[in-house]
């Protein structure tokens, strides 16, 4: 059920290949204002899924959505209030820069000039160049100011900053956080945890076309385990016995542990064996990330 | 941690791959020219072997033969149209005069198609850079592609000449062994120099397009020549200008003259070794024409995917207006000449070309079949355009932001339309210009009326083109060269009468009126127009309704 709220909807969305299943039955719900990752390995059907959202691809099964319009049967209204950005789209090598921003502008038919000119500047884009010109990332940056400058409803982005450097990754980030601030809702596909991290409310965990997870970063803790680091003023304590707790290692006076639910069990055999220093650390994206495909190779 | 584990077990030291660096390009460029070479030696085979087989047939008689080779040998404009008539008495000169010009220009569109494609086509699909990197220089990759050209070259000429033998063998024919591989020599010696050709335009031009533009703009200057040397102007020195005049003068199956394989030889190895010291000066990706790296902006026709599209084929198409324009001027120029030695018999195969008058109209008539090819041209160029913008991921930057398919694919035949019709107009314009010149006489309603009339058979091929677009993306470039290679060979052939009415129907060209020799038939070229939009139609709702699809 679409609600003016909902900025991105899938429902069954299926796609075959003849008999590769991409994409199984995704059902997605991305509310507006939302910067939300989209992750898997590669094949995992993240791209599929961005192409069938453009409509570039018919699926076999199942609708999508965005702000209530039909994908397919809508794709010019669709894509009136949306930017997409590939990691490996091809640009016309004897246009200028400047030249395919103008273009590009007008087929969208609307753009801010000011901050066109401010993201040129703050990507320190020449766009005197003729594409052909760019480097790799110079031309990603052409990419990411088309779809920025029109300054969209909704961001699709697909390995976005494929090719840029640091510097220019923060300057992304940035405008992300803009994109948020202004009320934009952010579609981000990305093989950079940190990234992902760094800008988004909520993830979603491709495998095998199937959405595996999805949720906060703080609602995915459950996918690993929390890292425990003791120091201890006498013996080290057995805590192979301490219910979830798991990977124990001792090293002298050292321990290092995990710990899946609860952790006051720990705590308390922590606390009457004397401990001296205590480290604990959530899992970090990355860590969920292979947690969630480690169990395959463990399975395997 | 376990899989990585896992992984670092299998690994071993590192073993050497099959093939030698210092040839793996070439092997690769073999491999796909060889597949080429293959399907058009099978055709021009086919062709020789159809042309050898059915003389018996259609002149039975000593008389026939004679009288053949009265009208055909002395017609300055059948030589000006496809190269002198020698022994037409016999069954090698009936089949060099008759096969051996459309061989020539075919193997000369096969050299640069492929020459362009495995040189700056890899070079502009970025795989060049991956090669690069191995064990290998720009120029000896350079150099190992055209020995891989080279092998796609002896492979054709090998099916041709297996062909060709075998189907000199019958005591009908009777063509010998020696005789036969020569001709096969001489049917293949454009593709060998147009190979040559790609190879330095390839250097010399920022896209396969343009490269493949450049070559058949030199083409179709070499035709040009040719066409004034052989017409009777007092002019025939040309011939040793232009390189389709180079194999003419090899004369095979009627009086051989092996020293004009020297031109032939030194101007393929002049411009390989020009091509690959060229490749050597450039940075890869780079062209020697390219233009400047910076620009200011000009924004004009850049209002969206047709104003794009006009902006990127401008240059290649007002290149075939060029060609058409030039080669209508030359028709005017020599249409009255050469009509004033029109005899009844030449008139008999004019009529099986389509013209059935006389004079500068008849001549201008079967002429404008030429034209008609090169505007043929024209529209298969606009629907592989289209399809490269889709396999290059280009359209792409269209059909995500508001523009429908339906919009961007009409847009693109709006443009392909006006550009064909803009094409006969300049035929025609520019013809009646020569005749002009010339005092021909011919109205100039009469020439433009002709010049449109070549129109609509280039709309059937768009609207196939397009339809195989909407259905079958991949096969497009494929089945429109087809369709445009088909319909040439089966219009020539059968102006000599040797193919059965129902075959000829499958030549689009074959339905077109030779106007001005005869008023166009409108009634044909409307259904010809409904015909070629009911396709694209077709195609287009295809289109809307598949995925997009890469190479």
């Keep these: 059920m679409h609600t003016s709220d909902t900025a991105l909807r899938t429902e069954g969305l299926s796609k075959r290949f003849g008999d590769i299943v991409a994409l199984d039955h995704l059902d997605l719900e991305v509310t507006r204002g939302e910067v939300v990752g989209y992750l898997g390995p590669n094949g995992a059907g993240k791209t599929t899924t961005i192409r069938l959202l453009l409509g570039l691809s018919r699926p076999t099964e199942g609708r999508a959505e965005i702000f209530g319009l039909d994908c397919q049967r809508q794709p010019v209204e669709t894509h009136r209030r949306l930017a997409f950005v590939a990691g490996d789209a091809n640009l ?11 273009l590009l502008s007008r087929v969208h038919g609307q ?8 993201l040129i500047e703050r990507f320190d884009l020449d766009p005197t160049k003729k594409v052909r010109a760019y480097s790799k990332g110079n031309h990603q940056k052409v990419i990411l100011i088309a779809a920025l400058m029109v300054r969209p409803d909704l961001l699709v982005l697909d390995e976005p900053t494929s090719g840029l450097d640091p510097l220019m990754e923060q300057a992304f980030r940035h405008c992300v956080h803009e994109a948020k601030d202004r009320g934009q809702t952010v579609f981000l596909s990305s093989h950079i945890m940190s990234e992902v991290e760094a800008l988004c409310d909520r993830v979603g965990i491709l495998r095998d076309g199937r959405l595996v997870e999805m949720g906060t970063l703080a609602e995915m803790r459950h996918l690993s385990a929390l890292t425990v680091e003791a120091r201890f003023a006498r013996t080290v304590p057995d805590l192979s016995v301490v ?31 004397g401990v001296t220093e205590l480290l604990s650390r959530e899992p970090s994206l990355e860590e969920l990330f292979l947690a969630q495909y480690g169990a395959d190779c463990r399975a395997g | 941690m376990r899989a990585d584990r896992g992984i670092r077990a299998r690994i071993t030291a590192p073993v050497r791959a099959g093939g030698s660096p210092a040839s793996v390009v070439a092997a690769l460029s073999a491999r796909k020219a060889v597949r080429s070479g293959v399907l058009w030696g099978y055709i021009f085979g086919v062709a020789i072997a159809s042309s ?21 040998g002395t017609s300055k404009a059948m030589s000006a149209l496809f190269g002198p008539a020698p022994q037409l008495q016999t069954v090698s000169g009936f089949t060099v005069f008759k096969i051996s010009m459309t061989l020539m220009i075919l193997g000369a569109a096969w050299g640069l198609l492929t020459s362009t494609r495995l040189l700056r086509g890899e070079e502009d699909s970025g795989r060049w850079d991956l090669l690069l990197c191995g064990q290998t220089t720009r120029q000896r990759a350079t150099a190992q592609v055209i020995a891989g050209l080279g092998v796609g070259l002896v492979t054709l ?15 009908s024919v009777g063509i010998g062994v020696g005789p036969s591989l020569y001709f096969s020599v001489g049917m293949v010696a454009t593709a060998a120099m147009f190979l040559a050709v790609g190879a330095v335009t390839s250097q010399l031009a920022a896209t396969r397009r343009l490269a493949a533009t450049l070559a058949a703009e030199f083409l179709g200057v070499s035709y040009g020549v040719r066409l004034i040397a052989d017409a009777g102007m007092g002019l025939h020195g040309l011939i040793w200008v232009s390189p389709l005049g180079w194999v003419e003068e090899l004369r095979p199956l009627t009086s051989p003259q092996p020293l004009a394989l020297l031109p032939i030889v030194a101007f393929t190895a002049v411009l390989a070794v020009v091509a690959v010291r060229l490749a050597g000066a450039r940075d890869a990706g780079a062209s020697i024409l390219a233009g400047r790296d910076r620009g200011d902006a000009h924004l004009r026709l850049l209002y969206g995917p047709s104003g794009l599209a006009i902006r990127l084929l401008r240059a290649t198409v007002i290149g075939w207006w060029v060609a058409i324009g030039l080669s209508a001027f030359l028709y005017g120029l020599i249409a009255k000449s050469t009509g004033a030695t029109i005899s009844g018999s030449v008139k008999e195969v004019f009529s099986k070309l389509g013209a059935t008058g006389s004079g ?55 443009v392909a ?16 210009l020569g005749a002009a010149s010339q005092h021909t006489g011919m109205s100039f309603t009469s020439l433009l009326g002709a010049g449109v009339n070549l129109v609509p058979p280039a709309v059937v091929i768009l609207g196939i083109g397009v339809l195989t677009f909407g259905t079958r ?16 060979l089966i219009v020539i052939v059968g102006g000599f009468g040797t193919v059965g009415h129902w075959v000829l129907d499958t030549s689009v060209f074959h339905h077109m009126a030779s106007a001005p020799g005869v008023p166009p038939n409108w009634e044909a070229n409307g259904i010809m127009i409904g015909i070629g939009l009911a396709a694209a139609l077709i195609g287009g709702l295809a289109f809307r309704r598949r995925d997009l699809q890469g190479a």
């Design chain 1, 92 to 102: 016309w090598p004897s246009l200028t820069g400047a030249e395919t921003l103008a």
């Design chain 1, 111 to 118: 753009v801010d000039e000011a901050y066109r000119d401010a």
């Design chain 1, 243 to 273: 219910p979830g707790v798991s990977a124990v290692e001792a090293n002298g006076s050292m321990v290092r542990c995990q710990v899946r639910g609860s952790i006051e069990p720990l705590v308390k055999v922590l606390a009457s064996a």
């Design chain 2, 52 to 72: 050898e087989i059915t003389y018996g047939r259609l002149y039975k008689t000593a008389a026939q033969r004679d009288a053949l080779a009265a009208t055909y």
């Design chain 2, 157 to 171: 000429w090998a099916v041709t000449a297996i062909i060709t033998v075998l189907s000199g063998r019958p005591s």
């Design chain 2, 360 to 414: 500068a109209d008849a001549v201008f008539g079967v002429c404008f079949l030429i034209e008609a090819i090169l505007i043929g041209f024209v529209a298969a160029g606009q629907v592989t355009a289209a399809r490269s913008e889709e396999s290059e991921s280009m359209l792409e930057n269209f059909v995500v932001r508001p523009v429908s398919r339906s919009a961007w694919l009409g847009g693109r035949l709006v």
């Design chain 2, 417 to 432: 339309l006006v550009a064909l019709v803009l094409s006969g107009v300049a035929a025609g314009v520019v013809g009646w």
């Design chain 2, 473 to 488: 993306p991949r096969a497009t470039s494929i089945v429109v060269y087809a369709v445009l290679g088909w319909s040439l």
